[in-house]
C-alpha cells in the first residue's frame, strides 16, 4: 500500500506540479484512511489497494463525522480519495474506482470574512510610522488588498516578478499556474518605498524575495499572518481576519463597485467560476441597500408617508361592502 502511495505523491509533484504542502495534504489525508482501513476494516491480514470497497470509505468518513471532523473537510478527504484512486485505474493498479458514486458531504454554507472600505482606509491610511517593519507591513498590505494574491504568492514573490513601468506582478499561483496582476498606485507607491528603505537596512543584498524578516531573509507565512492579524485587529473587532480575509475583501469591494464576476476570477486565479461565485451572496446586502434608496418603489418612500409596504393595505369601504353582501350588478 505504501509503495503506490508514493507512487501517486511523486506524480502529483511531477506529473501535476503540486506545491510541497498540497502534496503533504493528499500524503495526510491517504495515510489516515490506510490506518483507518487496517485497523477497522482488514483486521492484521495482508491488505491492498484492490480490496477497499465503496462501503469502507463511507464507513471512513462516517467515523470522522462522527468524531467532530467538519463536512468541508471530510469532503476534502474524499476528494483526495477520488484522485488516487483514478491514479490507480490508470496505471492499471485498480480494475474499480471504489469511489465512484459517493456523495460529496453537503456543505454549510460559509460567508468569507472581510472588511469594510472604511476599515481599510483605516488601517491603511493610518500610520506614517518610518519604523523598518511598519514600512515592510504596509507594502504588504497594500498589495493583498490592491491585488487579491494568496499567502504563499506574496511570500514566494521576488524582485524579478515586479514590474513597475506597468504597474504588474508575476505570481505562481495553484498548480502552479503563472499570472500576471495589476498593482495599483498604492500598492506601487508602498512597495517602492519599503525596497528603498530596504536597501539600507540590507545593503548586500543577494537576497531575490521582495519580502524579507529582520535578519533579511525571506519573510515566512506564519511571520506574514502574525503582522498582518495584528494591523488589522487594531481596526476591526471581526473574527478570523488575516491574508486569505484581505482577499475575501479585495474580491467583495471590486464586485460592490460594479466588476464583472469573471474578471474578479481571473484576478484570483480561481481554476472555475463556481469558487468565485461565492462572493456574490456578500454583495447582496449591498445591492439591496442601493435598491432601497434609489429605486421610487421600494418602500422608502411608502415609510416616509406612514405606510409600511409589508403590511397589505386595508380594503376599501366600497370593497368591503361588496364582500359582505356580493356584487350588485
Given amino acids: 500500500m505504501n509503495e503506490a502511495l508514493d507512487e ?3 506524480y502529483l509533484s511531477k506529473g501535476k506540479r503540486y506545491s510541497p504542502c498540497t502534496a503533504e495534504a493528499y500524503r495526510s489525508d491517504m495515510e489516515q484512511f490506510r490506518d483507518y482501513y487496517v485497523q477497522k476494516v482488514a483486521g492484521p491480514k495482508t491488505v491492498s489497494w484492490k480490496a477497499v470497497e465503496k462501503e469502507d470509505i463511507r464507513s471512513f468518513l462516517g467515523h470522522l463525522i462522527r468524531h467532530g471532523i467538519t463536512k ?14 483514478r491514479f490507480l485505474v490508470k496505471t492499471g493498479s485498480c480494475r474499480v474506482d471504489p469511489t465512484l458514486g459517493l456523495i460529496t458531504p453537503k456543505q454549510d454554507k460559509k460567508i468569507p470574512h472581510f472588511l469594510s472600505e472604511e476599515e481599510m482606509t483605516a488601517v ?15 507594502a504588504i498590505l497594500e498589495l493583498f488588498y490592491g491585488t487579491g494574491i494568496r499567502l504563499s504568492e506574496l511570500v514566494g514573490l521576488n524582485i524579478a516578478d515586479l514590474d513597475f513601468a506597468s504597474g504588474t506582478i508575476r505570481v505562481l499561483g495553484k498548480g502552479r499556474k503563472e499570472r500576471v496582476v495589476p498593482m495599483g498606485k498604492a500598492a506601487v507607491f508602498r512597495i517602492r518605498q519599503y525596497l528603498d528603505r530596504r536597501s539600507c537596512d540590507h545593503p ?3 537576497e531575490p524575495a521582495v519580502f ?18 495584528k494591523w488589522l485587529s ?4 471581526k473574527e478570523h481576519l488575516g491574508p486569505h480575509a484581505l482577499r475575501h475583501t479585495f474580491a467583495t469591494h471590486l464586485l460592490d463597485r460594479g466588476a464583472d464576476l469573471r474578471s474578479v476570477k481571473e484576478l484570483l486565479g480561481h481554476a472555475s467560476l463556481s469558487t468565485t461565485q461565492m462572493y456574490t451572496h456578500l454583495t447582496m446586502d449591498h445591492l439591496k441597500n442601493v435598491y ?3 429605486h421610487p418603489r421600494s418602500g422608502i ?25 356580493g356584487d350588485s350588478n
Fill in 204 to 206: 548586500t543584498g543577494g
Fill in 301 to 325: 418612500l411608502m415609510e416616509r408617508q406612514g405606510l409600511n409596504p409589508s403590511v397589505p393595505a386595508e380594503r376599501s369601504d366600497a370593497c368591503e361592502s361588496t364582500s359582505r353582501h
Fill in 234 to 237: 487594531a481596526v476591526s473587532q
Fill in 72 to 85: 468541508r473537510s471530510a469532503a476534502r478527504k474524499l476528494a483526495s480519495l477520488r484522485a488516487f484512486f
Fill in 292 to 294: 432601497r434608496q434609489a
Fill in 124 to 138: 491603511l491610511e493610518g500610520s506614517e510610522s518610518s519604523a523598518p517593519l511598519d514600512i515592510r507591513d504596509l
Fill in 8 to 10: 501517486f505523491l511523486q
Fill in 212 to 229: 524579507l524578516n529582520a535578519r533579511g531573509k525571506r519573510i515566512s507565512a506564519r511571520g506574514v499572518q502574525l503582522r498582518v492579524r
